[in-house]
């Protein structure tokens, strides 16, 4: 069974400090992979997604994500961040189908300090 | 274009009690889901539709009902409310066209069930 784990529960960075949050998937087969924000009382907002070619994948917000085949992991990264990066952010994986059904990770939440 | 647009946005239910959350999507896609979200369990699958009159049962799907008479619209019932569904509820569509693929979240419904 595919499943999606997100170490890190919670994680502090101050502001201008660079963030990587990781994620690992257990799966089959190569899955499509994605990353997603949820800023306090809204819902969820794509980041950036990996389906192939280029494993350095760009997204909004200035954030990246490298996908590891080797790992399993497609951990996401900012180099600088800014006090409204303070949010939850979710990794999810699926299989390379039309098939929507996602398993997401359990989410980090990041703090920023001043 | 509103994408996905969940009512409402806020519940109060008592135990035993019975209402629906609205979902309705104005992209035309096929796919609908409906996702309940905890934490430190990130996000859930309850039931899912493929089209108009086709639904299937998700991961959690006790406790809920849906139906699917119409592309745009995709309810959630609850049929008896309990203090074990306090969660938020997201509705989602989703595309797979080449490189056009992933979730659209509507803003969430937060149930709280006393």
């Known amino acids: 069974a595919q499943s999606v784990t997100q170490p890190d529960i919670h994680i502090t960075v101050s502001e201008g400090a660079s963030l990587e949050l990781r994620c690992n998937y257990s799966?089959?087969?190569?899955?499509?992979l994605f990353w997603y924000v949820q800023s306090p009382g809204q819902g969820l907002q794509l980041l950036l997604k990996y389906f192939s070619g280029d494993t350095l994948v760009q997204g909004i917000k200035g954030f990246e994500a490298e996908f590891k085949r080797s790992q399993s992991s497609f951990n996401l990264r900012k180099p600088s961040v800014h006090w409204s990066d303070a949010a939850e952010y979710f990794c999810a994986v699926g299989p390379r189908s039309n098939d929507y059904k996602l398993s997401f990770g359990a989410g980090t939440t990041v703090t920023v300090r001043a | 274009n509103a994408g996905v647009t969940q009512t409402p946005k806020f519940q109060v239910l008592k135990t035993g009690q019975s209402m629906t959350l609205q979902c309705a999507q104005d992209m035309n896609h096929e796919y609908m889901s409906w996702y309940r979200q905890d934490p430190g369990m990130g996000l859930r699958l309850i039931h899912y539709s493929v089209g108009a009159g086709i639904t299937d049962q998700g991961e959690v799907p006790n406790g809920y009902n849906v139906s699917r008479s119409t592309t745009e619209d995709f309810p959630l019932r609850l049929l008896s409310a309990a203090p074990s569904q306090t969660s938020v509820y997201f509705c989602a569509t989703w595309i797979w066209q080449g490189r056009d693929y992933g979730y659209t979240f509507g803003s969430g419904t937060r149930l709280t069930v006393v």
């Open positions: 799966y089959g087969a190569t899955p499509y």
